[in-house]
Every structure is written in structure tokens, then in C-alpha cells.
């Protein structure tokens, strides 16, 4: 479904969490999801429907201050959910947190917010999600398959 979709406008938080959350079956796991937009976008709103659709339960806050947050899963496919915010840290503090093995992982999926940070260290085959603030509660979602 995903695939043929190019961007779509959400008018209020919960229909981005919706979309994140029907977004979220497509996944098969080994993902690299990059999420730009500006502050207030609609990022991790959009990043707490998809870990609701793929079966998280715990609370899902922003991860801003801790750079990282993991959650796993006991699905075959799907182990483990990387949530990533780079807005405080650089490129080589990505790399430290365990990067390299991250997003090798098949049964990885990784999310990040604010990607054009650490822009050189991203792999080509990731999807990139753009949010744009179009009015307080209007956002456009445009879907980026083919590269950034
Ligand atoms: P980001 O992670 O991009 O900084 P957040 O998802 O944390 O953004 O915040 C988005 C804010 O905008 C939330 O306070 C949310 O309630 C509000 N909001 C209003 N309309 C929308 C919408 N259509 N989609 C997403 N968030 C919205
Ligand atoms: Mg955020």
C-alpha cells in the first residue's frame, strides 16, 4: 500500500498516529526509516503509531534527551526498534552508540529523526519520510522510497 503512496496531508496528531500505525505493517524488519521535518512536524507522533502497530505497549516519548531508545519484540521477524534522535549529538556519537550493527540487522528496524545529520552515514536502500507544517494541525507526509 505504502509503496504507491507519495504524500498524503493529516489534519489533526491522531491521524498521523494512524498513518503511522497502518504504515508500520508494511514492515518486514532490517528497515532504516529517516524522518526530517522541522520541530513540532509530526516525527514522533508518526514514529508512536508505528511502534503501536507493530505491537510496542510501553509509553513511546521522544528520544531527544536520550539519543537512543531500544524496544524489543518477540515477533519472528521484528527484535528489535532503534529510535533515534540526532538533534543533540554528531555523526560520531551515532557511531559509538553501535550503529554499524544496528542497521545491518535483519531483525532491526531503525528510526531516525533529524537523518540529514548524520546525512554521510546513512545507507542508500533507507526510506526517507519528509513532515512539513503546513497549519497548527495540518501536516503533509511525502514518502520517499527511492532515495533522499
Ligand atoms: P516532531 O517529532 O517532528 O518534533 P512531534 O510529533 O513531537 O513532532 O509533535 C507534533 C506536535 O504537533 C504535537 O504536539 C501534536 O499534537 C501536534 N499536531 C497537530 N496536528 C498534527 C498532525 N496533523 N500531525 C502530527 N502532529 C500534530
Ligand atoms: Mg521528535
Redesign the pocket.
Known amino acids: 500500500m505504502f509503496m504507491d503512496l507519495k504524500e498524503i496531508i493529516?489534519?489533526?496528531?491522531k491521524?498521523?498516529f494512524d498513518l503511522g500505525k497502518d504504515f508500520a505493517k508494511d514492515l518486514k524488519g532490517g528497515e532504516i526509516l529517516c524522518f526530517s521535518?522541522d520541530?513540532?512536524?509530526?516525527?514522533?507522533?508518526f514514529t508512536q503509531g508505528l511502534l503501536a502497530g507493530l505491537g510496542v505497549s510501553e509509553k513511546v516519548n521522544?528520544p531527544t534527551f536520550v539519543i537512543i531508545k531500544e524496544y524489543q519484540l518477540d515477533k519472528k521477524e521484528i527484535k528489535n526498534i532503534y529510535h533515534i534522535d540526532t538533534y543533540r549529538v554528531e555523526k560520531d556519537d551515532i557511531i559509538d552508540l553501535g550503529w554499524d550493527d544496528m542497521i545491518k540487522k535483519e531483525e532491526n528496524i531503525t528510526i531516525i529523526?533529524w537523518p540529514e545529520k548524520i546525512n554521510e552515514i546513512i545507507p542508500q536502500k533507507s526510506i526517507w519520510i519528509k513532515?512539513e507544517h503546513l497549519s497548527?494541525?495540518?501536516?503533509k507526509i511525502i514518502f520517499n522510497y527511492e532515495n533522499k
Open positions: 493529516t489534519n489533526s496528531s491521524e498521523t521535518g520541530l513540532g512536524a509530526g516525527k514522533t507522533t521522544s529523526e513532515f497548527e494541525d495540518k501536516r
